[in-house]
């Protein structure tokens, strides 16, 4: 019958186990904002293959070509450039799309991407309101040559002008930037308590094997969560675009950036189930071989005469 020292060990060692389970899908999280998205380089490393997916170059050749029109129909109403290039509008998205196709869609679309994220990462560290932009005047140099190479007429008159494209508004960076500042001290901290904690409930309990079992059954369990919280963020992102044109687009550049979360999530489901296992086939093989080692009962002596 355990003992009062024992229990104690043993709900000690449970919470500690429970608490650290608890915190892994959170510290994957933070981890993954701190070391994956807040870090140029693998940023611009997970966004790149996109400029092969047709839902991103369809919404780009949207994007660009709706500015670059909208900039010759300002010049057009300010009469500073030739009313001939209205002619010009139906080549304008033509050319864009075509340029999308090319290596050097690929190399602009790495360089854009990655002015993006420093003009976000400098906002959010700097500590200034302001609305963050992003010039889109060397995109529309490149549709311009794209043009020109084409022999389209009147293509040389296009405007480049060097023009300020909203990335991220002033009234939300604030709240962006007080997150970012908690989940950069998180994204370390929080992985070292899950562990420290795992370890230390581990240690005090009054059968480690049950505990380990426990531990790896609560970060696979973790670890579906994280897949779970994942899929759901998806759906609602995707839901609140205003334009559902561009959600193919929104849906691959999402799973880019959260493809190593998926990842992690199904490493942590497999190797905590496959602890699990092992702990629960060497509790088994330890009960056969103690079963084996124990002495058979010695059978029962029949009673003798005793003789006359």
């Not at 919470?15 to 981890?31: K, N, Q, Y």
């Not at 560290?125 to 009147?154: F, N, Y």
Request: proline share 5%; hydrophobic share 50%.
């Amino acid at each position: 019958m355990p003992t009062r020292l024992t229990r104690l060990r043993n709900a000690l060692s449970a919470a500690l186990i429970a608490l650290s389970c608890l915190l892994v899908p959170f510290g994957v999280l933070a981890a993954w904002v701190t070391y994956g998205l807040a870090d140029t380089g693998r940023y611009v490393t997970a966004m790149a293959p996109l400029a092969a997916d047709p839902a991103v170059q369809s919404a780009v050749a949207d994007t660009v070509g709706a500015g670059i029109t909208q900039e010759v129909d300002r010049r057009l109403a300010e009469s500073t450039v030739s009313p001939e290039l209205r002619t010009m509008r139906p080549f304008v998205h033509d050319a864009v799309r075509s340029f999308t196709r090319t290596e050097a869609f690929r190399t602009a679309w790495d360089a854009g991407n990655r002015a993006v994220h420093d003009a976000v990462l400098s906002a959010l560290r700097d500590g200034r309101d302001r609305t963050v932009t992003v010039d889109v005047a060397p995109i529309t140099a490149q549709v311009k040559h794209q043009l020109i190479a084409d022999h389209v007429s009147l293509a040389h008159r296009i405007p480049v002008e060097h023009t300020e494209v909203p990335v991220l508004p002033a009234h939300r960076l604030d709240r962006l930037r007080k997150g970012y500042a908690v989940l950069e001290v998180a994204g370390f901290w929080l992985p070292v308590s899950a562990a420290v904690l795992a370890a230390t409930g581990i240690a005090v309990a009054a059968c480690r094997r049950r505990a380990v079992t426990a531990t790896a059954l609560g970060t696979a369990l973790g670890g579906a969560f994280l897949a779970l919280a994942v899929a759901i963020g998806r759906r609602f992102t995707l839901a609140d675009l205003p334009e559902a044109a561009h959600r193919p687009a929104a849906g691959a550049v999402y799973d880019a950036l959260t493809q190593t979360l998926r990842t992690v999530s199904w490493l942590l489901i497999a190797l905590g189930l496959a602890v699990a296992l092992v702990c629960r086939l060497t509790e088994y093989l330890a009960r056969r071989r103690r079963a084996c080692a124990a002495p058979a009962a010695d059978p029962a002596r029949e009673p003798t005469r005793a003789r006359a």
